[in-house]
């Protein structure tokens, strides 16, 4: 499986943008990028996933560079309840199976 | 609903005792999955099902069996655990298992092998 590189761990500061990066860069034409989340003393959670093109939706902004070598999870206003651990997870039918495969993660702090 | 109910939500176990943690969603998901979580640890991904067939077996040990036994209920039972297999065991669930599916889990088992 292709591997992502994050950061351990990351600051923010209360209803900031957080950028959080992601560096794949053996990834191949057919993995998605997965953005996962997990908060304490919870199961994981769905953020956002995308192929090649720039994604929104209500929680999150992926922005993928041209070349798919690296992403950026954008939280535009992060609050409190946004400290967790941030997965970004390459997912792959061809090479994988389709396994969706955690790495280190990034653990993301909220500064009132 | 889009929840994936895991059951119990705590278990402690003997090493000679046989127990099973339950997984139920009714988002009529045919993929279905179990985790395995150590503390400050990612997910390690032990078992997925696909149309209640298991498809993919990341080399468990025997003592881990899992069972689907129709498209909406997991199993896993446990049979002379270790202390080391102590940890938190998630579920979760796709629709179909394709790769820009999203994954819904549940809260997990936190179990303790004494």
């Known amino acids: 499986d292709a591997k992502t590189t994050q950061p351990n761990s990351m600051e923010s500061n209360e209803e900031e943008p957080v950028h959080l990066p992601c560096n794949h860069s053996?990834?191949?034409?057919?993995?998605?990028i997965h953005w996962y989340r997990q908060l304490p003393s919870q199961g994981p959670e769905y953020v956002i996933h995308?192929?090649?093109s720039n994604v929104n939706n209500r929680m999150a902004s992926l922005a993928i560079a041209e070349d798919r070598k690296s992403s950026t999870l954008i939280l535009h206003r992060a609050t409190l309840r946004d400290a967790a651990v941030y997965y970004c997870?390459?997912?792959?039918?061809?090479?994988?199976?389709?396994?969706?495969?955690f790495g280190q993660g990034t653990e993301l702090s909220v500064k009132p | 609903d889009t929840e994936v109910t895991q059951t119990p939500k705590h278990l402690v176990m003997g090493m000679t005792n046989k127990k099973s943690l339950k997984c139920e969603q009714h988002?009529?998901?045919?993929?279905m999955y179990w985790y395995k979580q150590k503390a400050k640890k990612p997910p390690e991904l032990m078992f997925v099902?696909?149309?209640?067939?298991?498809?993919i077996n990341e080399s468990v040990p025997s003592r881990f069996s899992p069972e689907c036994p129709n498209s909406s209920l997991l199993n896993l039972h446990l049979h002379a655990l270790q202390p080391e297999d102590s940890a938190l065991y998630l579920c979760?669930?796709?629709?179909?298992?394709?790769?820009?599916?999203?994954?819904?889990f549940g809260s997990g088992t936190q179990l303790s092998v004494l």
């Open positions: 979760a669930s796709s629709p179909r298992g394709g790769t820009a599916e999203k994954l819904f």
């Open positions: 053996t990834i191949s034409g057919t993995d998605y």
């Open positions: 995308g192929l090649t």
């Open positions: 997870i390459l997912r792959d039918v061809v090479r994988g199976g389709g396994k969706l495969i």
């Open positions: 988002m009529g998901h045919r993929a």
């Open positions: 099902y696909s149309y209640e067939k298991l498809s």
